[in-house]
């Protein structure tokens, strides 16, 4: 990070501090967690987004009138000894469902919500409630002291992806072979996602990765070539807000690096941690099976400056035209993770008593039903940062 954005940080959090000693608590350490994600690659400041640690951002505009701070010069020195490392913190296992699958968390007004496909071949979902410690609230029933989870079926659901907006908590579908609806976690309303305007040639594809920034919603379409789609609310109408390349069909089947986790705005960036396919010869119960997809996470970021109908006072410099930034735009980064094999979905990227957090679904060797897996987990992460 420059000398500017850091002092602008510092500035940033004086302004808090005058406001209460609870908010500058939770505000600085939240900024400093995603600082995390904006120091790591190489940086340029436009925006800065102070997280508020409840579900909403309050963005503020860089102050390029300050001074350069004498830290600045030490910068690359400790940026050359950090990297990003995922830390176990809890299974989370619903109880009378061991299928349970691709587990998403979402805070909406400091509530955690969790929702899972109930099993690797159903295209039906639930969403529940969790405590703090990432375990399943169970409710009395009737007079008898028996507890049961509280569960909210979401039809026509398959590995949803979940977002905040308008303060309200919203699932998306991600089966390609249907229309694509997205609904309320309390299963009231849905909205059908209309493509009409992205051409008949359009591919649905999977593994969108939705984000709300300047209360628009939008979606990565996909990560390369990066295309993002704006979706008008309730209408739900899909434009392309940004195609990094000028095909009018891509080969989505192909694509190594995709998308897994929604994603977040920090800075002057949109962040989110994707999972690349890897093919390797692994063994599966005493079977052997070659060239067997594999699936790892990794980190992918790209400008907010790509945004060219919402970011006002980016300059644009033609982005959509300009090769070199197509080639350039989005960029990726690899995580320290404990995964040696199989299949390792991230599903969900949250804030959550002022920590970063990132869920994974895994599969000991292929999440397919031909597969004998010997066990199949949702785990939550916490992300750090470590001296290497």
């Not at 039809?155 to 579908?173: L, S």
């Not at 033609?318 to 995580?335: C, G, L, P, T």
């Not at 993770?337 to 970063?356: I, K």
């Amino acid at each position: 990070m420059d000398a500017r954005s850091q002092v602008h940080l510092v500035s940033c959090s004086s302004f808090i501090r005058r406001k209460s000693k609870r908010t500058t608590v939770c505000a600085f350490t939240c900024a400093i967690v995603l600082l995390l994600l904006f120091t790591w690659f190489s940086s340029s400041s436009l925006l800065e987004v102070v997280p508020n640690c409840a579900t909403k951002n309050v963005q503020v505009l860089s102050d390029e009138k300050n001074p350069p701070s004498p830290r600045s010069t030490y910068q690359p020195l400790l940026e050359s000894f950090v990297t990003l490392k995922m830390t176990k913190i809890a299974d989370v296992t619903i109880e009378n469902e061991p299928e349970a699958f691709f587990l998403a968390i979402l805070p909406v007004n400091g509530t955690l919500f969790g929702s899972y496909r109930t099993s690797l071949t159903s295209w039906e979902t639930n969403v529940i409630e969790l405590g703090h410690d990432f375990k399943p609230l169970t409710t009395k029933i009737g007079a008898v002291e028996k507890k049961s989870i509280k569960k909210i079926r979401i039809p026509k659901t398959e590995d949803g992806r979940v977002f905040v907006f308008d303060n309200e908590g919203w699932i998306v579908d991600n089966h390609f072979q249907h229309n694509r609806i997205m609904r309320t976690l309390n299963g009231r309303r849905q909205i059908e996602l209309d493509t009409s305007r992205l051409g008949n040639a359009f591919d649905r594809g999977k593994n969108w990765s939705p984000f709300v920034f300047g209360n628009n919603l939008f979606f990565v379409y996909s990560l390369s070539p990066l295309r993002v789609l704006r979706c008008s609310m309730p209408e739900g109408k899909l434009d392309w807000e940004f195609k990094a390349d000028k095909e009018n069909q891509i080969d989505i089947g192909g694509m190594l690096k995709r998308g897994g986790t929604n994603a977040v705005v920090y800075g002057a960036y949109v962040y989110g941690i994707g999972r690349e396919t890897k093919y390797e010869n692994i063994e599966c119960m005493g079977k052997r099976h070659p060239k067997t997809a594999q699936h790892y996470p990794f980190l992918w970021r790209f400008p907010l400056e790509v945004m060219k109908n919402t970011t006002t006072g980016f300059s644009q410099s033609n982005a959509q035209d300009e090769v070199s930034m197509a080639n350039s735009i989005i960029q990726f980064r690899d995580i320290v993770h404990p995964f040696l094999s199989g299949v390792n979905d991230p599903a969900s990227l949250f804030v959550f008593n002022e920590t970063l957090f990132v869920t994974v679904s895994s599969c000991s060797c292929a999440c397919l039903p031909g597969f004998a897996n010997s066990w199949q987990n949702n785990s939550v992460f916490k992300i750090d940062l470590m001296m290497t």
